[in-house]
């Protein structure tokens, strides 16, 4: 039992929770970003002057992943500071959560909105603010998700 109690320490428990944000929400982001970037490589072998535009569109899926380095930023277990119980362990897990998850799923989606972008643009180069507008309605989604994250471990480490 002792070696059990030893490795499920709050430390432990809510690094574990970051450690998760940040990998979930980092996976999201590289699959979304490459995503876009098969469609923005089709584009550019087209007319490469529209280079500019497929950069926008394919940094919108990045985000996510910072997103989820930020909890783990945020949540302070890597300053060493004070031990924490295992139920507050367990508070900043289930605060990583949200965004680990939203993360993941978000980034992904948010891909693929931006890779359709690619193609309007590919057809209307006019069209790219309606392209960034209909790719960051996703991104809305990752904001709640990081602030449902967030405000509970802001208040945690107050």
Known sequence: MGIISSIFTGQNIALFGAALAAILACCGSAKGVGIVGEAASGMLAEDPSKFGRALLLQALPGTQGIYGFMIFVKAGILSGGTELTVMQGVYLFACALPIAVVG?????????????????????PGAIGQAITNAALVETYAIFALLVSLLPIISFNA
């Open 104 to 124: 993941l799923i978000s980034a992904i989606s948010q891909g693929r909105v931006a890779a359709a972008g690619i193609n309007l643009v590919s057809r209307r």
